[in-house]
Structure formats: structure tokens, C-alpha cells
């Protein structure tokens, strides 16, 4: 059986595990779990075609096995100081990384994103990510609906009005493309939003979601498709909005994983 630095070099084109992570040697505990996170959304074998699937467990293994070492301060100061993985010893080779994947995250129902939603809008929160989505895309509501999470069309003039103060005070730029849009524009977005709409109640159906229910099996596929099934692909791809959920739901059921680190026996 290979090594877990041969898997890494077959899997991740690196014997280094911060390159597999893709984070810095002196990344903090949040950046790994969140590197992690992201990672294992692309990963997931749940997520690629059939004929991919076997490759994809075995990728998901070594990303886990990875995170493993690298949440663990004991186990990573080893490697830091030895590039010892500890493997032999720590990680049986028939483990369950789905289960750990788990253990790491919470899951995710619509319960969890319908509450974050309602205590997101109208918050502080909101309004930074507004302005920084305003002034990133100087203006462009394109922009500020693509980067801000649970906005649509729908909420253009409440978007408008959060704004307007910060305009009139001096506070951010006043941009023409955001205060005097081109009215085929606001209709071409519109029309995008409503087929995205279409799309993503085609995906419910498809996944047989209701979304007043919990899946009987809250895996990362039926999170995938309860935000898909929300607010279409683009909240898939943001980042942002992702690492917040893994911060959220994933900060306590972590801390509680490693003060049982060392603790488990083996089975």
C-alpha cells in the first residue's frame, strides 16, 4: 500500500501536505478547516460522474487523511519538524472519511440556511459585504448580486436604498453604471435570474427535495442541492458564503473532535 505522501504526490502532484491544502506552513486552524472544506466539496466522490467515482474516493481519502494531520497541533508539529505523517500508527487504512468528513461539519439542513438567511439580512454583516461588493465591481449590480449572499433581482431597490447613504454621505463613490443603469440591462439580468429560478426548481424536482423537509440523508450531495435547488449555482461558487456555513456549524464540532484526539481507541 502506498504511503500517504506517494498518494498525495499520485492525487495532488505534491509530497508537501500544506501544497495538497493549498495553505501556507504557518496557516491557522480556521484557514486549514476551511482550506479542507472547500477542497472536499470538489473532491467528494458524491459530486463527479460514476465512471470518476473510484478515483475520487481514493482522492477524498488523502485530502482527509491530510486535514487529519494538519488539525491535530500534535501530529502536525511532528510533521512540521520530522515530515513524519505518523500514518502506520494513527490512521487504519479501512477509516471511514465520510464519517470524518462528519465529525469536521456539521451537517447542513434548510433549517440551518433558512436561519442564517433571516438573521443575515438587515445585519451589519450584510451592509459591510454590500459595500465591499459595491466597490469591488464599482457599481455593478451584477456584481453585488453575484457577491452578496440570498440576493436576487427581487431585492435590487432594498440593495439601492442600503446604499443610497453611504453615497450621499461621501462614504463610497458615486457610480453612474450603479445610479443610472441601462434599463436593458436591469431586464437582462432579470430575465437570467427567473431562468435560473426555472433551473433550480428543475434540480429540486431532479433531487426529489422538499424544502420544508430534512433528506433522510444530509450529505454533502443534498447540501449541494438544497442551496442549488435556493438560489442556483452561483451561491455554489461562493466562496464566501461556503466558508461561512463551515465556520458557523463546523467551529464547535471541531474544537470537540480535537479534544478527543488521542482519546479514541483503535479499533
Known amino acids: 500500500m502506498p504511503s500517504l505522501l506517494e498518494s498525495c504526490e499520485k492525487f495532488f502532484e505534491t509530497k508537501?501536505?500544506?501544497?495538497?491544502?493549498?495553505?501556507?506552513?504557518?496557516?491557522?486552524?480556521?484557514?486549514?478547516?476551511?482550506?479542507?472544506?472547500?477542497?472536499?466539496?470538489?473532491?467528494?466522490?458524491?459530486?463527479?460522474?460514476?465512471?470518476?467515482?473510484?478515483?475520487?474516493?481514493?482522492?477524498?481519502?488523502?485530502?482527509?487523511?491530510?486535514?487529519?494531520?494538519?488539525?491535530?497541533?500534535?501530529?502536525?508539529?511532528?510533521?512540521?519538524?520530522?515530515?513524519?505523517?505518523?500514518?502506520?500508527?494513527?490512521?487504519?487504512?479501512?477509516?471511514?472519511?465520510?464519517?470524518?468528513w462528519r465529525s469536521c461539519f456539521k451537517e447542513i439542513t434548510v433549517e440551518d440556511i433558512n436561519n442564517y438567511e433571516k438573521k443575515y439580512k438587515g445585519s451589519a454583516e450584510e451592509l459591510e459585504d454590500l459595500k465591499k461588493a459595491y466597490l469591488h465591481g464599482k457599481g455593478s449590480m451584477d456584481w453585488i448580486l453575484e457577491a452578496v449572499p440570498f440576493t436576487n433581482t427581487d431585492e435590487e431597490d432594498r440593495l439601492r436604498e442600503l446604499l443610497k447613504p453611504f453615497m450621499?454621505?461621501?462614504?463610497?463613490?458615486?457610480?453612474?453604471?450603479?445610479?443610472?443603469?441601462?434599463?436593458?440591462?436591469?431586464?437582462?439580468?432579470?430575465?437570467?435570474?427567473?431562468?435560473?429560478?426555472?433551473?433550480?426548481?428543475e434540480l429540486a424536482a431532479e433531487y426529489g427535495l422538499d424544502k420544508n423537509k430534512k433528506s433522510e440523508d444530509d450529505g454533502d450531495g443534498s447540501l449541494m442541492a438544497i442551496i442549488k435547488a435556493r438560489q442556483g449555482q452561483r451561491l455554489i461558487d461562493g466562496e464566501n458564503f461556503l466558508d461561512r456555513l463551515a465556520e458557523k456549524y463546523a467551529a464547535k464540532v471541531a474544537k470537540g473532535s480535537k479534544k478527543k484526539t488521542g482519546s479514541k481507541s483503535k479499533k
Do not use: M
Open 16 to 100: 508537501d501536505l500544506y501544497e495538497v491544502l493549498n495553505i501556507k506552513k504557518d496557516a491557522s486552524d480556521k484557514q486549514v478547516r476551511k482550506a479542507y472544506h472547500k477542497l472536499s466539496l470538489i473532491v467528494h466522490p458524491d459530486r463527479v460522474d460514476e465512471n470518476k467515482k473510484l478515483e475520487a474516493t481514493e482522492k477524498f481519502k488523502v485530502l482527509s487523511h491530510v486535514h487529519s494531520i494538519l488539525s491535530d497541533s500534535e501530529k502536525r508539529k511532528i510533521y512540521d519538524e520530522t515530515g513524519d505523517c505518523g500514518e502506520d500508527s494513527d490512521e487504519p487504512s479501512d477509516r471511514d472519511w465520510s464519517a470524518y
Open 168 to 201: 450621499d454621505s461621501g462614504e463610497i463613490p458615486v457610480y453612474k453604471r450603479f445610479t443610472n443603469e441601462n434599463p436593458k440591462k436591469t431586464a437582462a439580468r432579470k430575465r437570467k435570474y427567473e431562468r435560473e429560478a426555472k433551473e433550480a426548481e
